[in-house]
């Protein structure tokens, strides 16, 4: 029998698929349970490249699915869907049912600044933890890496531009891979070194979205241009042309308005103390991620 069954949500996406990865490598032989919940585990499946021991249905937006889910769950990664911002009808109950289950320790996926940012549905999710008196550990990310690679593929893919209203501010990135291995080490931690701490993990550089932009043209060996839209026009592209949510739009033109003011450049050393070496440089993600943006 497990001593300790970690749930995973958010385990078909970036963080959770890297955390369930870096998970896999960090218990093997222990007995550790990797649960991965998800809306459909039929056919979850078959978009995971590295599988959990086992699936659960988990829908945030039925609260019916919480219990069974949380069953026998002593710690939970946590993870927002990025299409749900309504904190009260959606996340208050699943905390709430987390410590109902007896939840030992809860890692939330967070954000840069977040404390300062009421805004953003982090923000509250945090204080609802908190005040659920949870253990918890709050990973406070900048931008991730992966968006480009991601939320932004088409439009370097198949247009050679990156469409974002930051400006000319600097922002800090960090790779998934970076933060997935932080989570690791605070979801299988025994002792108390991670509990009821946030830490703020960035990589190594700040960098420009023309900057980033010049970066790809070099790794791809064809021009990239950052359009730099104001956020009128982001806003219209995402919603009306992209038939993105008005919600999820304005959360991202949020996020992006940080970075156009100069408040995303801050840089920490937390990533580089919490793993013992250099964060993974926006070069080599590049590198490594080559593929995803060829025609």
């Given at each position: 029998m497990a001593d300790e069954r970690i749930l995973i949500t958010g385990a078909t996406g970036n963080v959770g698929g890297e955390t369930l990865l870096a998970?896999?490598?960090?218990?093997?032989?222990?007995?550790?349970?990797?649960?991965?919940?998800?809306?459909?585990?039929?056919?979850?499946?078959?978009?995971?490249?590295?599988l959990p021991d086992r699936f659960v249905k988990l829908d945030f937006t039925d609260s019916n699915t919480f219990t069974s889910a949380l069953t026998g769950i002593t710690r939970v990664l946590l993870i927002r869907p990025t299409?749900?911002?309504?904190?009260?009808?959606?996340?208050?109950?699943?905390?709430?049912?987390?410590?109902q289950a007896a939840v030992r320790h809860v890692t939330f996926l967070s954000l840069q600044g977040v404390e300062h940012n009421p805004i953003v549905p982090h923000h509250a999710i945090e204080k609802l933890i908190v005040e659920a008196g949870l253990s918890f550990t709050f990973l406070r990310p900048s931008f991730f890496m992966q968006n480009l690679c991601h939320t932004h593929r088409a439009e370097i893919r198949l247009r050679n531009e990156i469409f974002v209203p930051a400006g000319n501010g600097r922002t800090s990135l960090?790779?998934?891979?970076d933060?997935?291995?932080?989570?690791?080490?605070?979801?299988?931690?025994?002792?108390?070194?991670?509990?009821?701490?946030?830490?703020?993990?960035t990589g190594s550089d700040a960098l420009t979205y023309y900057e980033i932009a010049q970066l790809l043209s070099r790794v791809l060996d064809r021009q990239i241009i950052y359009k730099n839209p104001s956020m009128l026009e982001f806003i219209?592209?995402?919603?009306?042309?992209?038939?993105?949510?008005?919600?999820?739009?304005?959360?991202?033109?949020?996020?992006?308005?940080?970075?156009?003011?100069?408040?995303?450049?801050?840089l920490t050393n937390e990533t580089e103390q919490l793993l013992g070496r250099p964060p993974i440089t926006f070069e080599q993600f590049a590198i490594d991620h080559r593929a995803a943006w060829l025609p």
């Open positions: 998970l896999r490598k960090d218990t093997t032989g222990s007995s550790v349970e990797l649960i991965a919940a998800v809306r459909d585990p039929a056919n979850a499946e078959a978009l995971m490249q590295i299409e749900l911002s309504d904190v009260e009808a959606y996340f208050k109950p699943f905390i709430a049912a987390m410590k960090i790779d998934v891979r933060v997935a291995a932080v989570a690791a080490r605070t979801l299988t931690s025994q002792s108390n070194e991670y509990r009821n701490r946030g830490y703020e993990l219209w592209q995402k919603w009306h042309r992209e038939n993105r949510s008005l919600a999820h739009t304005l959360v991202k033109t949020a996020l992006y308005t940080v970075a156009r003011l100069g408040k995303a450049a801050d």
